[in-house]
């Protein structure tokens, strides 16, 4: 009577067995000294215990197909993270090379710094540049160009 009944898988929380033996229903599960025993239930019962298998069995696949199984720990999260985290050392060498940038940017020429700065940190265009003061592309180009040749000069 048993091959009717769907396959089932143990796992450490489930330690019963369920069996039907001629019309008998049984339970059956070790003991605290590892003695077998097997214990004759109601068929309500046996039903009752049945489906809270098979509820439990959907349970534990839905677990094994959705759900994570790595060790996570601070390590790992950190591996695995977009943007990793960075030492103190890292974030003190940033910090003094946009103050050296923001420093050298201040020497160069004020239309040049203006330009730089919309194209740069305000993420304007040329185009956007040259129409917004009124000249040509090429000239926009040439005063960015001529910012980033002479903030190379400076922070070398």
């Not at 059956?28 to 109601?42: A, H, K, P």
């Not at 039903?47 to 720990?73: A, K």
């Not at 923001?102 to 730089?116: D, S």
């Not at 540049?129 to 002479?150: D, L, N, P, V, Y």
């Amino acid at each position: 009577m048993d091959e009717k009944r769907p396959k089932r898988r143990k796992d450490k929380y489930n330690p019963y067995t369920l069996t039907e033996k001629e019309d008998k229903h049984f339970l059956s599960f070790q003991d605290g000294q590892g003695m077998l025993r097997e214990l004759q239930i109601t068929k309500e019962l046996f039903e009752v215990l049945n489906r809270f298998e098979l509820d439990d069995l959907s349970i534990l696949n839905e677990w094994d197909r959705h759900y994570e199984h790595s060790e996570l720990t601070e390590i790992s999260l950190y591996s695995r993270a977009a943007m990793p985290p960075e030492s103190v050392e890292e974030t003190v060498f940033r910090n003094l090379r946009y103050e050296a940038l923001h420093r050298a940017i201040k020497q160069l020429p004020e239309v040049q710094r203006r330009r730089l700065i919309l194209y740069y940190f305000m993420g304007l265009t040329y185009a956007q540049i040259a129409e917004k003061e009124g000249c040509t592309f090429q000239a926009i180009g040439k005063s960015i160009s001529a910012a980033e040749k002479r903030l190379k000069k400076i922070l070398e």
